[in-house]
T-cell receptor, first 117, second 115 residues
Framework: AQKITQTQPGMFVQEKEAVTLDCTYD???????LFWYKQPSSGEMIFLIY????DQQNATEGRYSLNFQKARKSANLVISASQLGDSAMYFC??????????????WGLGTSLAVNP | DAGVIQSPRHEVTEMGQEVTLRCKPI?????LFWYRQTMMRGLELLIY????????DSGMPEDRFSAKMPNASFSTLKIQPSEPRDSAVYFC?????????????FGPGTRLTVL
């Protein structure tokens, strides 16, 4: 069975510092994709970054990067130079990529990040 | 480009009433997803469509819920009759496979309150 685990219900970080949000996953699919979304207090779900299981390099997108460790089945999100606007819930999600796979994303329960001034 | 559009943004109704939520996916996206988010259960996939055809409705809670996609640019999620436990934020998302990531892009959500 596929599963996403986010073990940190809440995190605090000082403005301008880096923070790592943990995500571990379990899957039997040989090929899969990992996604991170941000949900600020306004409620919208915002796509941040994607990592494919066969990608040779860790994904980066501006201040967001993904620390992908396949052997450990972890896909941690790193936010560099935190800003007050980064305060939000962050969700990790996964989907198998084999042809014919269900398009359903498996979601973690999220991590609440608070950036302190 | 316009993102996923949902209406209404907020809906307050009384138990027993019919509720219809609407979604317009991103143009060119051929997958459409309906999610429900609550504090207790997190984000749940209710149903998704491919090319207007329902593919997986295993997340639809019960017969009170129904979803349709009459064309590529419009979908509805209907609850009849509504109950207080249906109070949640309902999201619509769309994606276009073949871009590599098959990323789902979400609408702003409809916050439903059933009194």
């Amino acid at each position: 069975a596929q599963k996403i685990t986010q073990t940190q219900p809440g995190m605090f970080v000082q403005e301008k510092e880096a923070v790592t949000l943990d995500c571990t996953y379990d899957t039997s699919d040989p090929s899969y994709g990992l996604f991170w979304y941000k949900q600020p207090s306004s409620g919208e779900m915002i796509f941040l970054i994607y990592q494919g299981s066969y990608d040779q390099q860790n994904a980066t997108e501006g201040r967001y990067s993904l620390n992908f460790q396949k052997a450990r089945k972890s896909a941690n999100l790193v936010i560099s130079a935190s800003q007050l606007g980064d305060s939000a819930m962050y969700f990790c999600a996964m989907r198998g990529l084999r042809a014919g796979n269900n398009r359903k994303l498996i979601w973690g329960l999220g991590t609440s990040l608070a950036v302190n001034p | 480009d316009a993102g996923v559009i949902q209406s209404p943004r907020h809906e307050v109704t009384e138990m027993g009433q019919e509720v219809t939520l609407r979604c317009k996916p991103i143009s060119g996206h051929d997958y459409l997803f309906w999610y429900r988010q609550t504090m207790m259960r997190g984000l749940e996939l209710l149903i998704y469509f491919n090319n207007n055809v329902p593919i997986d409705d295993s997340g639809m809670p019960e017969d009170r819920f129904s979803a349709k996609m009459p064309n590529a640019s419009f979908s509805t999620l209907k609850i009849q009759p509504s109950e207080p436990r249906d109070s949640a934020v309902y999201f619509c998302a769309s994606s276009r496979p073949g871009e590599g990531t098959d990323t789902q892009y979400f609408g702003p959500g409809t916050r439903l309150t059933v009194l």
